[in-house]
Every structure is written in structure tokens, then in C-alpha cells.
């Protein structure tokens, strides 16, 4: 009777141990649950931020090449009015003076378009500089919406592979206490059938 009645003790332990192991179980799943929900939400996130950044950087693109080519066709136009006014201004300059001991009054007039001529030449050569700087304006904020996305991409990343580590680190454990609550129950029923042959 003492036997039986030490055996019923252990048999109690034994099922309170393996209560515990269950709701310790049980608390671990939620846990990975939890895991793989946040994981999925990164990797969402991680999705959603390649999107975002691929359509920007297409954007940007588009957005430069266009600019780009209008401001290299105002370049082209830009250099080609100013070699027409340049081969004018020297045209100018020759017949003015071929003609300045005759000619005095239409060498000043010629001095003054010789003046009207490199205010426009000295405008657009301001504009060339201004298309060239806008240009590299351009280039320059495309390189830093690159950076800044690709700076989100890989915080991104080291979230998801952080969130996928816990998972699987969760996963080992849980896998670890059901070879655990097995063995125990094995146990227990071994000690069942030993008590049930004591009282037989």
C-alpha cells in the first residue's frame, strides 16, 4: 500500500511536469506564430519599399533623360548660335575695319552691334552654364534617392533575417520539448503499467 501510494505521488509530479511542458509548449508556439507573423509583415514591408523604390528610381530616370536631352539639344543650339554670332561679330569686326578711315560713322554703328552682339553671346554662354549645372543637379539627386533607398532595403534585410532567426530558433526549441513531453509520457505510462501489475 505504501508502494502504491509513493507511486501515485510520483505519478502526480510526473503529470504536472508534463502540464507544464505543454503550456510551456504551448507558449512557445504562440511565440512562433508571432515570428513568422512579423517576418511575413517585413517581408512585406521589404516588398513594398522595392516597389516604392523601383518606380522612383524609373522616375528619376525618365526624368533625367528627358531633361538631359533638352538641355544637350539647347546646348547644341546654344554653341551654334554663338558660332553664328561669332563669325558674324568677325564679319562685323573685318568690314569695319577695311572701311574705318571712309567709313567712320558706320564704324561706330558697327561698334555698337559689335556691343548688342557679345551682350548675346555673353547670354548665352550664362545659359550654357546653367543648362550644364541644372544637368548636374539632376544627377546628383538621383544618386541620393539611390542611396537613400538602398540604405531602406538593407535595413529591411537585416529585420527579416533577424525575424527568420527567432523563428527558426523557436522552432529548434519547441521541436526539442516535444522529444521532451514524449519521452516523459513514456515514462509515465511504464510506471502506469507497473502500478496496475502491483495492484494485480
Given at each position: 500500500q505504501a508502494d502504491n501510494v509513493s507511486s501515485n505521488s510520483q505519478l502526480n509530479e510526473a503529470q504536472k511536469i508534463n502540464e507544464m511542458k505543454t503550456q510551456e509548449i504551448h507558449v512557445i508556439q504562440k511565440t512562433?506564430?508571432?515570428?513568422?507573423?512579423?517576418?511575413?509583415?517585413?517581408?512585406?514591408?521589404?516588398?513594398?519599399?522595392?516597389?516604392?523604390?523601383?518606380?522612383?528610381?524609373?522616375?528619376?530616370?525618365?526624368?533625367?533623360?528627358?531633361?538631359?536631352?533638352?538641355?544637350?539639344?539647347?546646348?547644341?543650339?546654344?554653341?551654334?548660335?554663338?558660332?553664328?554670332?561669332?563669325?558674324?561679330l568677325d564679319e562685323s569686326q573685318k568690314f569695319s575695319e577695311m572701311k574705318t578711315l571712309k567709313l567712320k560713322s558706320q564704324l561706330n554703328e558697327s561698334h555698337k552691334e559689335h556691343g548688342k552682339k557679345t551682350l548675346e553671346l555673353n547670354k548665352i554662354k550664362e545659359e550654357i552654364i546653367e543648362v550644364k549645372a541644372s544637368a548636374a543637379?539632376?544627377?546628383?539627386?538621383?544618386?541620393?534617392?539611390?542611396?537613400?533607398?538602398?540604405?531602406?532595403?538593407q535595413v529591411l534585410q537585416k529585420k527579416l533575417l533577424k525575424a527568420t532567426k527567432s523563428a527558426k530558433d523557436a522552432e529548434t526549441k519547441a521541436v526539442f520539448l516535444k522529444l521532451h513531453l514524449n519521452e516523459s509520457q513514456k515514462m509515465n505510462e511504464m510506471k502506469m503499467k507497473e502500478i496496475n501489475t502491483m495492484r494485480e
Open positions: 512562433i506564430n508571432e515570428a513568422k507573423a512579423n517576418s511575413n509583415s517585413i517581408t512585406c514591408q521589404f516588398d513594398d519599399a522595392k516597389r516604392v523604390y523601383e518606380v522612383e528610381k524609373k522616375k528619376l530616370k525618365a526624368d533625367l533623360e528627358f531633361s538631359t536631352k533638352s538641355k544637350l539639344e539647347s546646348i547644341r543650339y546654344a554653341e551654334a548660335e554663338t558660332a553664328s554670332l561669332k563669325t558674324k543637379s539632376s544627377e546628383y539627386q538621383l544618386d541620393h534617392a539611390k542611396k537613400k533607398y538602398e540604405a531602406e532595403i
